[in-house]
T-cell receptor
Framework: DTGVSQNPRHKITKRGQNVTFRCDPISEHNRLYWYRQTLGQGPEFLTYFQNEAQLEKSRLLSDRFSAERPKGSFSTLEIQRTEQGDSAMYLC???????????????FGAGTRLSVL | DAKTTQPTSMDCAEGRAANLPCNHSTISGNEYVYWYRQIHSQGPQYIIHGLKNNETNEMASLIITEDRKSSTLILPHATLRDTAVYYCIVRVGTSYDKVIFGPGTSLSVIP
């Protein structure tokens, strides 16, 4: 178990380009979350999957953003027609199926830092 | 989820205990207190959580007041590697919903 893996770690793009980030959760974690974090702020929720089903999307997730988790394992987050305001750290987290005591712990990856020029 | 209030920043001398307070006066009976921390350029890391009893693990201790309206995270012997932003979060323990992060407390451990 190597933890949550995110690729790439850094992405620099020009305004108007499309970018895609990948997240590999901890194996057998059935829940996967995407967050966005700007400088000096705590992470903000974007969207959440249980297996392959996308169960919730934040209002922050405009129509330029799309996330998928096609086989219930890895996930991708795509941003179309990037804008400078999209510059942020994009974090992925996963959590296990916890059947016993309340222990919904989310395990985070190191994030992908996006810079839109 | 209930809201929390934390100091913006704190300093602690290396080797001393770091005591990070959190107020959560509107906490509900089924809500737990969770603590995460985020070291610079890394993702948040879970530290500890509790409902009403004090909890201790290899990283920290969590002291929750009897009325559950506030709590304190204790790092017993702070090291330079404990310099990070610490987030206190209150949420329903059985919820698999999103985590709502506030701005947290920026802890600086000073040599």
């Amino acid at each position: 178990d190597t933890g949550v893996s995110q690729n790439p770690r850094h992405k620099i793009t020009k305004r108007g380009q499309n970018v895609t980030f990948r997240c590999d959760p901890i194996s057998e974690h059935n829940r996967l979350y995407w967050y966005r974090q700007t400088l000096g702020q705590g992470p903000e929720f974007l969207t959440y999957f249980q297996n392959e089903a996308q169960l919730e999307k934040s209002r922050l997730l405009s129509d330029r953003f799309s996330a998928e988790r096609p086989k219930g394992s890895f996930s991708t987050l795509e941003i179309q027609r990037t804008e400078q305001g999209d510059s942020a750290m994009y974090l992925c987290a996963s959590s296990p199926r916890e059947l016993s005591r309340a222990k919904n712990i989310q395990y985070f990856g190191a994030g992908t830092r996006l810079s839109v020029l | 989820d209930a809201k929390t209030t934390q100091p913006t920043s704190m300093d602690c001398a290396e080797g001393r205990a770091a005591n990070l307070p959190c107020n959560h006066s509107t906490i509900s009976g089924n809500e737990y207190v969770y603590w995460y921390r985020q070291i610079h350029s890394q993702g948040p890391q879970y530290i500890i959580h509790g409902l009403k009893n004090n909890e201790t693990n290899e990283m920290a201790s969590l002291i929750i007041t009897e009325d559950r309206k506030s709590s304190t995270l204790i790092l017993p012997h702070a090291t330079l590697r404990d310099t990070a932003v610490y987030y206190c979060i209150v949420r329903v323990g059985t919820s698999y919903d999103k985590v709502i992060f506030g701005p947290g407390t920026s802890l600086s451990v000073i040599p």
